[in-house]
């Protein structure tokens, strides 16, 4: 498989990208939603939103990466399909990033809100720039919890059209994003 994008397939670059992201994402998800229910005397109730914030602040740094790569390496030529289909998917894709870069916002608003760094994994700290919010931390996370939610939605949407197009259309809208590209080319 080549590094960059063609016409027909996407190159592992941005397949890594997308595989590695989306599971993570929607484990963030589930971990974000499980802390919720999380007690004080748990012995999760610190561990988890340390790991949470972590894995957001490296998830940040490979959005920042994959749009980086995507703004150099323009995407595979699209399937044929109405042009209303073609703008819904493009307007999905930046949805779902402007919803990531919103909840890596809001994430960062709560964590900071007291003034104290995010440490990542003991390997180096996100400063805290912004604090002192009347209600920030309160605020914040309401706007977290709907993001999440929403960007859930989204995920779920996009797994369904993308099955559509494998199993219904069968088109290699699906096999792009494997790398693979048409039937048994690679």
Excluded: C
């Excluded at 016409?7 to 890594?16: K, L, P």
């Excluded at 307007?91 to 916002?105: D, E, M, N, P, S």
């Excluded at 009347?134 to 939610?149: P, R, T, Y």
Aim: proline share 5%; glycine share 10%.
């Amino acid at each position: 498989m080549q590094t960059r994008n063609s016409d027909t397939h996407y190159g592992w670059v941005a397949v890594a990208f997308h595989w590695l992201m989306a599971p993570a994402i929607i484990g963030m998800f589930a971990l974000g939603w499980w802390m919720r229910g999380l007690g004080y005397y748990d012995p999760w109730y610190r561990q988890g939103p340390e790991i949470h914030k972590s894995v957001g602040i490296l998830l940040l740094i490979l959005l920042v990466a994959r749009l980086l790569w995507r703004w150099a390496n323009p995407a595979p030529r699209p399937e044929p399909a109405p042009r209303w289909q073609q703008r819904a998917a493009a307007a999905a894709h930046w949805l779902i990033y402007g919803l990531l870069l919103a909840i890596f916002i809001s994430g960062y608003l709560i964590s900071t809100a007291d003034g104290r760094a995010i440490e990542v994994f003991n390997w180096f700290n996100v400063p805290a720039t912004l604090q002192g919010f009347e209600n920030q931390e309160d605020i914040s996370g309401a706007i977290h919890k709907w993001l999440a939610w929403s960007l859930m939605g989204l995920v779920v949407l996009h797994g369904l059209a993308a099955f559509k197009h494998h199993f219904i259309n069968r088109d290699a809208t699906l096999r792009k994003m494997l790398g693979i590209g048409a039937r048994g080319n690679a």
